[in-house]
């Protein structure tokens, strides 16, 4: 319970039973659902089995009638086979609508509330309530149950916010597996309006219940910075979808909430533009639970693909970090012209054959180790990707081969000597002998066997000479060798990708039942092959470039990472959200060239959110004093809303582990949500054994997998090993400092040299 989706409120003490109440109560109507579901496939079966005995009477008119109604049932079967899995996934609402027109799925269409549904004394009546979903399912009366999410009933949930509510009063999220509910998520649309429902107070989960509580403060300054809130986000979410809209804004602001809900946004104002797809890209993978809940996978053709930036090429998921040094090395732009020679010295095998002996027309012909090597080289001067050069290095060596001959000479007739010439080429290349040697000389190569290739410190330091030092080769290659990828290391395959090239994958065979192959009935009906999940899934996989790209914390893309993305948006529309105050990147400036590369020459509306609504004003004081010293004159964004509750420092005493397990229980007993503790990347697993026993609401995690993350406590262990970790280990440690949405706590070594009072000289004034 680590994500932004499942943070408890910090003014509300009994929130968890809240919560659980909510989610029983969207698990009753999700029961329901599936309950119809079931009647309306035994209904699509007992049609198909009917129309099977009407084709027993034999008449011309009884065999269409059958083949009529098992096309129609069929279609319908395979509907609900394919939408069965995971489609809930939102609700919203609503009051009285200003007309009363009912849409076919039983829901009323109005857009704007009806006069008189807000009282004056800011009180209204819930009048509807829809369910979003994938299709629409009607009940046995024909009130909908869920709402198909491309039917007009459903705008409001994708076009509404606080700004511009209309019927709103509530929207949630649902997330859901399977038949289970497994969380909500709201966002109350007015927050100054009291709206009962079914005589209680209207419920509002996760991050909504605190701007809920921000709105109805009784200042009318706090309800002021309510609006300044939501006039920005709405800005940024209503923003043209043409070019590059760029997000800046510090912890707390909100910045990735409203990026992904404008995308959803987007995708529904005009789904047609958006068919290519909707990539989202979250600097981890702990990150991407949270926006798969925000932002859902609409519809049944996978428009939207949420990824870490450790899982963009497909069949490799990263699951090792690099050290500081390591991903420095791997990450910068030096490391593109490493790639560059490795993928054509991966050519270069100690096993490669260094001779070509071969019999045409009679004759053996031989190409020693100078001629082979004179036709690479040759062959590599072209600019193609190294393996579609594989046929311009086949042609290089006929022609040495036709040439060693002599045989060009015969003849002065150009038709018989192209005749030749022909003969000679298809003598040579129906040869074992030449179809194994160029096999063996110039194989097929893959992104993954050049990485390998790299773990070979002597290969590597040919390839990286004078772009890494001896230094950097050895522990590049030493990192090569492990069981397992980095997010550097994905960077890396994709770039060697682009520059290998790679054959078309085959078509998967379709499948077809043999009874239905037997009947004749897979000319009438759809195939069902796969899942909706299974088909969105495979298309989102399969799709290389997308028509709009979402990139998440873009300040910790590194130059390769922004080459990597960029490929997937060639001819895309970007929202690109990020903090540059938080980046973990060495080098900010040269990934900010790489990024503007990856963007080309789009145009840039850029958008600032300014309000810290998440952490109390006591926490954003002291992290903005790391801010000082990690960017000077920086401006962290100002804070809302204070509890009363100064950080806690503590300072170890007899052993580093037991402090940080004591005051982790501490915080257990003081929050009801979640506590995360922060440590530097190389401590995560001790760290993770000194917490063993506190239960599932403690979560230990290394510095660079905090971001983007929040926690009700939070608990971070000697920030200046954080700091020291790397050249950007005080942005780092800014990050660290603001995860926790009440307290915080703050535990010194030795090597913080904290004072009297326990705080560590960083934090100090």
């Known amino acids: 319970m680590a994500a932004q989706a499942q943070q408890e409120s910090a003014v509300d003490p009994v929130h968890d039973s809240v ?50 109604q098992v096309f129609r049932a069929g279609v319908h079967l395979n509907r609900l086979h394919n939408e069965y899995e995971d489609f809930l996934f939102g609700r919203v609402d609503l009051l009285l609508g200003k007309d009363g027109k009912k849409g076919p799925d039983g829901a009323y269409t109005a857009v704007e509330p009806a006069d008189g549904a807000v009282r004056p004394d800011n009180t209204a009546d819930i009048a509807e309530t829809l369910h979003i979903g994938r299709m629409g399912v009607l009940d046995e009366d024909y009130a909908p149950l869920v709402i198909d999410w491309r039917a007009p009933a459903a705008a409001p949930f994708y076009r509404s916010t606080p700004v511009d509510p209309g019927r709103v009063v509530r929207r949630r999220v649902i997330r859901s597996k399977g038949r289970r509910v497994l969380g909500v998520e709201d966002d109350l649309m007015r927050p100054e309006l009291t709206a009962p429902l079914d005589g209680h107070e209207l419920a509002v989960i996760g991050d909504g219940a605190l701007m809920a509580a921000l709105g109805r403060a009784r200042t009318h300054t706090m309800r002021d910075i309510v609006a300044s809130i939501q006039a920005e986000q709405d800005l940024v979410i209503r923003a043209p979808a043409a070019s590059v809209t760029y997000v800046e804004g510090g912890p707390g602001t909100g910045k990735t909430a409203v990026a992904l809900h404008r995308a959803a946004y987007l995708l529904y104002q005009d789904r047609r533009r958006y068919a290519g797809g909707i990539l989202i890209v979250s600097p981890t993978p702990l990150l991407v639970a949270y926006t798969e809940g925000v932002l859902p996978s609409l519809g049944e053709e996978g428009q939207v693909a949420v990824r870490a930036i450790g899982s963009l090429v497909d069949g490799v998921e990263a699951t090792l970090y690099d050290s500081p040094s390591v991903a420095r090395a791997k990450g910068s732009y030096r490391m593109l012209k490493v790639l560059r020679k490795a993928a054509r010295g991966a050519l270069e095998r100690s096993d490669a054959p260094t001779r070509l002996r071969v019999v045409a027309f009679g004759r053996r012909l031989e190409l020693e180790a100078e001629d082979l090597a004179a036709v690479r080289r040759s062959a590599l001067g072209g600019t193609a990707p190294v393996n579609l050069l594989r046929p311009r290095a086949r042609k290089l060596l006929l022609d040495a081969l036709w040439e060693r001959s002599g045989a ?265 949500g979640t506590v995360g503790v922060v440590v530097a990347m190389q401590r995560r697993e001790e760290a993770r054994r000194w917490l063993d026993g506190l239960g599932d609401r403690v979560v230990a995690l290394g510095s660079l997998e905090a971001k983007g993350l929040e926690y009700d406590a939070t608990i971070v262990v000697s920030p200046a090993e954080i700091a020291d970790e790397s050249p950007a280990g005080l942005r780092v440690l800014y990050v660290a400092l603001t995860r926790a949405t009440q307290q915080l706590t703050v535990v010194s070594a030795e090597r913080d040299e904290p004072d009297a009072a326990g705080v560590p000289d960083l934090l100090r004034d």
């Open 408 to 672: 060009a000479g015969r003849h002065s007739d150009p038709e018989l000597a192209a005749e030749l010439r022909s003969s000679f080429d298809e003598d040579v290349t129906t040869e074992d002998d030449f179809i194994a040697f160029l096999d063996a000389w110039w194989p097929e190569l893959t992104p993954a066997a050049v990485l390998d290739a790299m773990a070979d410190e002597k290969r590597l330091g040919r390839w990286a000479r004078r772009v890494l030092n001896p230094g950097e080769v050895r522990k590049v290659a030493r990192s090569l060798k492990r069981d397992g990828r980095s997010v550097h290391d994905v960077a890396m395959l994709d770039e060697l990708q682009a520059l290998l090239g790679a054959p078309a994958r085959p078509r998967r065979p379709r499948v077809i039942d043999p009874l239905d192959q037997l009947t004749g009935l897979e000319e009438l009906m759809p195939v069902r092959e796969e899942t909706q999940r299974e088909r969105a899934e495979r298309l989102a996989q399969e799709r290389v470039e997308y028509a709009h790209v979402i990139v998440d914390e873009a300040q910790d893309l590194t130059p390769m990472q922004w080459r990597m993305v960029g490929r997937r948006g060639r001819h895309a529309t970007w929202t690109v959200v990020g903090d540059p105050a938080q980046s973990s990147w060495s080098d900010p400036d040269e990934a900010a060239q790489a990024r503007d590369e990856a963007l080309g020459t789009r145009p840039r509306r850029r958008f600032e959110l300014t309000v810290n609504y998440r952490n109390p004003a006591e926490i954003a004081e002291l992290a903005s004093k790391v801010l000082a010293l990690a960017m000077p004159g920086s401006v962290s964004p100002r804070a809302v809303r204070s509890t009363g509750v100064e950080p806690r420092f503590s300072v170890v005493a007899e052993s580093l582990g037991a402090t940080v397990r004591a005051e982790a229980a501490r915080l257990l007993d003081r929050v009801d």
């Open 19 to 68: 919560r659980d109440r909510e989610i029983r109560v969207e698990q009753e109507h999700l029961d329901r659902v599936y309950r119809r579901l079931e009647e309306k496939i035994h209904e699509a079966e007992f049609l198909m089995a009917d129309a099977a005995r009407r084709g027993q009477v034999g008449t011309p008119g009884a065999l269409a009638e059958r083949d009529a």
